[in-house]
């Protein structure tokens, strides 16, 4: 029998599923299934975890069960709940009788939540908002997909996370974290939530819920008996079901499941947002988790998946954990005022947003998931009265209503909204026109590469891409080159908007994302990480060389970079290491592993013939030819961020994950000149940040003695470069996450909600 294929970095790996731990003889099971009025079901699926059946008339069943099994469960049919457990265990019964009850509803919500590797233990504000969204949204249930994590999670998660405290049933699969010492990986787990193998169905939809195979324990499970029951389980639908897979990790469907109709596969593990449609036509979607923020620096959220009566699903990413904010900012524009707002509320949605002005109001429209705004007409401005004050007034669907003044800001020269967030990609400026990039994790729909003309903001041209660009794009040779998660590298004309050509640098694989972006040297630009770590020459986009000495690691958002005097390239992977090729070649020529090196995100830099980077705790300075470290120096911030180090002969600036930013005199032993402390993260983005750090993972620019950064509170700041003093703070409204770029006069500023900024130095 084929065996099922793990796809992880690449690498394949067999899959060991479901089966019990021997027993000592079959046990004769029967029981009912009947409705909470006393009638019987029939043809209800009932499980022992090996084999299938159904319940008959009157809703009695009666099966020899497997040796091995320990539940007797049932497959919820559409058009009900569960009144009762849906499992028994075999040891539970004080009687022979297996009997279950379900509660007749109808027609279901067609929504539900996923959520991927929670890894908590203690109460925290996100499983608020997670309660107030469903209680103010119909979900079907909420899905956690994996790594509750060891006893403790597992502990907190059964007495916390349950379908009564959440308003919904709680949908639980087994992670490799999950997998804890016992007598066997999944033993604690099953006490807390029951079988790891199991199924339901919701309206006209199956879902399938299947372990891991491999873990910090090792499981009970084989394959063939595993794989064996998810086959007669889909097989005891009614044929042409349409099927969701939930499996922690991500693996390849057998052949012949092709023969089913599968709509959806659902995982975690990666930390990571992830909308993915391959050629079989399956949605496949990972999901962060709201509590933190993800491994590849994916924002805290859950996923909010919806579905048709013919199993075609889409989705929304909510961001956790907002109430009811509110932001606006108003300037002139010819021949009015034009008027941007950020408002997002985790638990409920925006209904609808007016300006008001005494007795006078005027509705914006929403723009993109955090962004709404309008150019106020000449009527409404002529007939506000002196002295009045502008307002936001804001509706949310949970009843709320909110007021806040606009702010007026004389420094925006123009804005634009996108329409879909951009990441940690940097405006870039080629000749007249902006570059940005947007991402769509939700539908991979909205994700373009767009070019504004830098003057007015006005739209020059889009081009669609086949997945999120997240990284920072590049310009060279006359054009702007591009990579997305999945590995397609772009290459455009930013004149005419027309792509000049296109290069995957890899196939059949989706991880590790490609989230670090491109670069370039000469003719060449790089794009990829390990195995997919590619050299492409610009003027053709033929292949020069594809690296074949380093592999693996999980994504990171650290931005390659090449020393133009040694023409060496720094590259990275999280939990992995730093690794240097050479440009021209590709040979490696020296790689870091060690510790401190390992959590390599943030983005590095070439100065004066050296490499700098910052580590969680290190700064750093390296011999590019050699790898020899001349400086580690210790520094008490947590800089697991992007950010882009800013070094010149007297500084060393970086954003840190905890504590804002940081400036360190290079002339004085690396000695802290200041700190600049900003507001909590409206989303956390760093990895495992939470409970209000005050992350930065935007990279400083300089430009005379003023210093710009933007961060995760929504906020851009200006400040004196030799002392920290704030000049200025403007608040935008959304995250600003991708590096601020300065020319001329003019500051450039892209943020989570959609806009491109051009604000006048303050």
Known sequence: MKRLKLILGGAMLSLMLLCSLPATAQQKVSGTITDTKGNGVTGVVVSDGFNVYKSGEKGVFSFEASPRARFIYISTPSGYEQASPFYIRLSDPV??????????????????????????????????????????????FLMLNGDICYEKGLRFHAAEITDDKMGARVVYTLGNHDLIAGAYGEEF??????????????????????????????????????????????????????????????????????????????????????????????????????????IDHSPSSFRVISFDDKGELSSTLKYSTLENHVTGNAFKIPGGVKVVASLYDTGSEVIDAEVVS????????????????????????????????????????????????????????????????????????????????????????RCAIQGIDKKTGELQWSVKTQNSVRGDMAYSQGYVIACDVIGRV???????????????????TIHPVLNQGVVAHGDLVYAGQGASLTAIRISDGKIVWVNKDWKG?????????????????????????????????????????????????????????????TSPEYITQVDPHSGNELLRQKINYTVNTRSRPLVT??????????????????????????????NP????????????????????????????????????????????????????????????VVEGETIFVSDFGGNLWAISLF
């Not at 929504?111 to 203690?122: N, P």
């Not at 490696?588 to 390992?598: A, G, H």
Request: aromatic share 14%.
């Open 95 to 140: 009687s022979d009788s297996f009997d279950f009850k379900l509660k007749r509803v109808g027609k279901q919500p067609s929504d539900f939540i996923h959520v991927g590797d929670t890894e908590e233990s203690v109460y925290r504000n996100y499983i608020d908002g997670l309660k107030d969204y469903i209680s103010n949204h119909k979900v079907a």
């Open 490 to 508: 772009y290459c455009i004309d930013p004149q005419s908007g027309k792509v000049v050509w296109l290069t995957d640098i890899r196939e059949k």
């Open 681 to 740: 993260a409206l989303i956390y983005t760093a990895p495992y940040t939470k409970d209000f750090q005050m992350t930065v993972e935007s990279g400083c620019a300089l430009t005379g003695e003023r210093l710009y950064f933007g961060a995760n509170d929504g906020y851009l700041y200006g400040v004196n470069v030799a002392n920290g003093i704030f000049r200025k703070k403007i608040e935008l409204g959304s995250p600003i996450l991708g590096n601020i």
């Open 553 to 613: 690691g999980v994504s990171t958002v650290a931005a390659p970079v090449v020393d133009p005097v040694s023409e060496v390239l720094l590259t990275g992977a999280y939990w992995t290491g730093r690794f240097a090729n050479d440009a021209s070649t590709g040979k490696l020529l020296w790689e870091k592993r060690d510790d401190v090196t390992r959590i390599s995100d943030n983005s590095p830099v070439a100065f004066d013939g050296y490499f700098f980077y």
């Open 189 to 294: 787990y099953e006490k807390n939530f029951g079988p790891v193998c199991y199924s339901f169905n919701v309206n006209n939809l199956h879902f399938v819920v299947t372990p891991v195979t491999y873990g910090d324990k090792s499981p009970s499970y084989t394959a063939d008996d595993v794989w064996n029951w998810v086959r007669k389980d889909i097989e005891a639908q009614p044929e042409g079901t349409p099927v969701v897979i939930a499996n922690h990790h991500l693996y390849s469907l057998p052949d012949d499941f092709k023969k089913y109709n599968i709509k959806g596969y659902l995982y975690a593990h990666y930390h990571t947002n992830l909308f993915y449609k391959g050629n079989d036509g399956i949605s496949t979607y990972t999901s962060m988790s709201p509590n933190k923020g993800g």
């Open 649 to 678: 002969e007297k500084y060393y600036i970086v954003g840190t994950a905890d504590r804002g930013v940081v400036a360190f005199d290079r002339g004085n032993s690396y000695k802290e000149l200041w700190n600049i402390k900003t």
């Open 358 to 445: 005494g007795k006078e109001s005027f509705k914006i429209a929403q723009l993109s998931e955090w962004c709404w705004g309008a150019d106020l007409p000449t009527k409404f401005l002529s007939k506000t009265k002196k002295g009045d004050i502008m307002k936001l007034r804001v509706r949310f669907s949970d009843g709320s209503v909110v007021y806040k003044p606009l702010t007026f800001r004389e420094e925006i020269k123009w804005n634009v909204n996108l329409g879909a967030p951009q990441f940690m990609t940097s405006p870039l400026i080629a000749g007249e026109v902006v570059v940005v990039a947007t991402t769509d994790d939700e539908k991979a729909e």
